[in-house]
T-cell receptor, first 116, second 112 residues
Framework: NAGVMQNPRHLVRRRGQEARLRCSPM?????VYWYRQLPEEGLKFMVY????????ESGMPKERFSAEFPKEGPSILRIQQVVRGDSAAYFC??????????????FGEGSRLTVL | KQEVTQIPAALSVPEGENLVLNCSST??????LQWFRQDPGKGLTSLLL?????REQTSGRLNASLDKSSGRSTLYIAASQPGDSATYLC???????????FGTGTLLAVQP
């Protein structure tokens, strides 16, 4: 049973370009979370999705950032018109259950975005 | 807004020592709490998950406890080894959301 798969592992973009980060959850998991880790900072929640639904996007910047988790295929975190401040490690996590009592989260290795 | 604090922020010990890492949440309505380790440039590895109905969980040399009433958790590492060197993160899942809120982390260095 493969773990949470993220790609690309490393991505370099110039200012103004678009970045697309992909996350395939563990088999049988239908809940995906995206977190961002800025240099020398902790992990910050961005968005929580279930298949075809955004459940909680309270941590997403209002502009340039979007996320989706289609019925088929991986979850995508999209950053438009990247700026240097977007340089960070973006982590995806998945869990099998929706409720708060269980639902251990499993994390991927992260995608490290560098904006030149 | 829930905040999670970890103490100490950094710790350096000789091999073989027993350690205690502390985690405190401002929100005591905790459904569960996970402890993770993160190696430099890597992802997060889940170490232990404590449900709200549990007081502690053990895995090998690791033991984690949870005091729901105070919103505090401790991670006990017995007989530390150089391979334990990493950043340790605690993440409680609060009652109002389904997301983990991460602590500030404890950077552990175990000297051989």
């Amino acid at each position: 049973n493969a773990g949470v798969m993220q790609n690309p592992r490393h991505l370099v973009r110039r200012r103004g370009q678009e970045a697309r980060l992909r996350c395939s959850p563990m088999k049988g998991h239908s809940h995906v979370y995206w977190y961002r880790q800025l240099p020398e900072e902790g992990l910050k929640f961005m968005v929580y999705l279930q298949k075809e639904n955004i459940i909680d996007e309270s941590g997403m910047p209002k502009e340039r950032f979007s996320a989706e988790f289609p019925k088929e295929g991986p979850s995508i975190l999209r950053i438009q018109q990247v700026v240097r401040g977007d340089s960070a490690a973006y982590f995806c996590a998945s869990s099998p259950r929706p409720d708060g009592y269980t639902g251990e989260l499993f994390f991927g290795e992260g995608s490290r975005l560098t904006v030149l | 807004k829930q905040e999670v604090t970890q103490i100490p922020a950094a710790l350096s010990v000789p091999e073989g020592e027993n350690l205690v890492l502390n985690c405190s949440s401002t929100d005591s309505a905790i459904y569960n709490l996970q402890w993770f380790r993160q190696d430099p440039g890597k992802g997060l590895t889940s170490l232990l998950l404590i449900q709200s109905s549990q007081r502690e969980q053990t895995s090998g040399r690791l033991n984690a406890s949870l005091d729901k009433s105070s919103g505090r958790s401790t991670l006990y590492i017995a007989a530390s080894q150089p391979g334990d060197s990493a950043t340790y993160l605690c993440a409680p899942k609060g009652g109002a959301t389904n997301k983990l809120i991460f602590g500030t982390g404890t950077l552990l260095a175990v000297q051989p």
